[in-house]
Structure formats: structure tokens, C-alpha cells
């Protein structure tokens, strides 16, 4: 599966939902709308728009960390840090994801109900500069010790999508390499025949 992970503050050009549609059409499967800065009403509005130009797309839209949202647009999942799912038990009988940044976290994640795991981050990013990545060996780590599936961020490019699903994710997530790019449905689409190659 190819995520995408919102961010417009990165944009380049076109609006949000132009990058979304584009993207889409590439074959993005899932779209986390993450943008933690708004209040309910703007995050709503978005949502709202992102679902109508996703509708009958086969694509999920999860909203990460704002669980009224997630409820009151009937979004496909709802997403959440790790530390937020443990303090808050979020109210949310639907697709759960958390991510996860150790193989504790992971274990405890999946306990107390998530349906996947965003595991990070995995690669050097610029959105994580100065942090250590985590590596392929954290992948495997965490499979070996969960059963519901993994998906891989941080750093991850066209040249290193085999190398991690080699070590068994079930999908990955990007940011700024859709976000910021000339073209969105071309960079999706690239990313999409690489999982479909790599699968």
C-alpha cells in the first residue's frame, strides 16, 4: 500500500487538494490528513473536500489526531501518535493506526488496538534532522513481534522501496516526495509500479 501524509505547509505549487487528486490518480491507497495546526472547523472543511474528490477512488482517508473529526466526517481510520493512544485510549472502534518509533511501542500499540503500525523513521529525512534513522533491522525486529501490518516511513525514495518491502512491510508512506513534487501523479505513480514490482 502507498500512503501519502499531509503536509501543506511543504507545498511547492498547486493547492492541497489539487496535490491529493493527483496523487490519487497515481494510486495512492490511503491519505492521512495530518495537519496538526487546525481547529476542528478548518480540518473538517479539508476533510470534507479531500473525501468528495476521493469518492468511489478505492482510497482511504484516515485523519490523524483529531478523533471528532474522524468520527463526524466518518473517516476510513483515525490515526494516532503513540504516546497520544496511550494516555488519551482513543474512542475509535474503526481502522486505528499509531505510530510507533520502538519495538516496545509497537507491541503496546497493537495491544491496546491498533490495526497497523507507522513505523519510523526508517531512512535520513529532512523532516527528522539530527535524529539517527532507525534502519531496515527495525523493520524486522518489529515483525517479528507483531501481526498487523507495518508500514514504513521517513526517508523513504524510489530507490529504497524494494529494500524495505524485502523485509516484509505491507506498505509505505511518504511525505515530501509527493508533497513537493512537480508533478504528483507522476512521483505516485513511479512509487506504485516500484511496490507492485516489489511485491
Not at 488519551?88 to 491498533?114: M, Q, R, T, Y
Request: glycine share 8%; hydrophobic share 45%.
Amino acid at each position: 500500500m502507498l500512503f501519502l501524509i499531509t503536509n501543506r505547509k511543504i507545498i511547492k505549487k498547486d493547492t492541497l487538494l489539487q496535490i491529493i487528486e493527483k496523487a490519487v490518480a497515481g494510486g495512492v491507497d490511503a491519505i492521512i490528513l495530518r495537519e496538526k495546526d487546525l481547529g476542528y472547523d478548518e480540518l473538517y472543511k479539508i476533510a470534507e473536500e479531500i473525501k468528495e474528490k476521493i469518492e468511489g477512488k478505492n482510497t482511504y482517508l484516515i485523519i490523524n489526531g483529531n478523533l471528532a473529526v474522524a468520527k463526524d466526517i466518518k473517516a476510513d481510520g483515525y490515526h494516532v501518535g503513540f504516546h497520544d493512544l496511550m494516555t488519551e485510549k482513543p474512542d475509535w472502534n474503526g481502522f486505528l493506526g499509531v505510530s510507533v518509533h520502538s519495538v516496545e511501542e509497537a507491541i503496546l500499540a497493537e495491544k491496546n488496538g491498533a490495526r497497523y503500525l507507522l513505523a519510523s523513521h526508517i531512512f535520513e529525512t529532512a523532516c527528522k534532522k539530527g535524529l539517527e534513522p532507525r534502519g531496515i533491522d527495525f523493520i524486522k525486529e518489529i515483525k517479528v513481534y507483531v501481526n498487523i501490518p507495518v508500514i514504513a516511513l521517513g526517508g523513504i525514495k524510489l530507490e529504497n522501496v524494494e529494500e524495505v518491502f524485502g523485509v516484509g512491510v505491507e506498505g509505505i508512506a511518504v511525505m515530501s516526495a509527493i508533497m513537493c513534487a512537480d508533478d504528483p501523479y507522476s512521483v505516485a505513480n513511479k512509487f506504485k509500479n516500484k511496490i507492485c514490482t516489489a511485491l
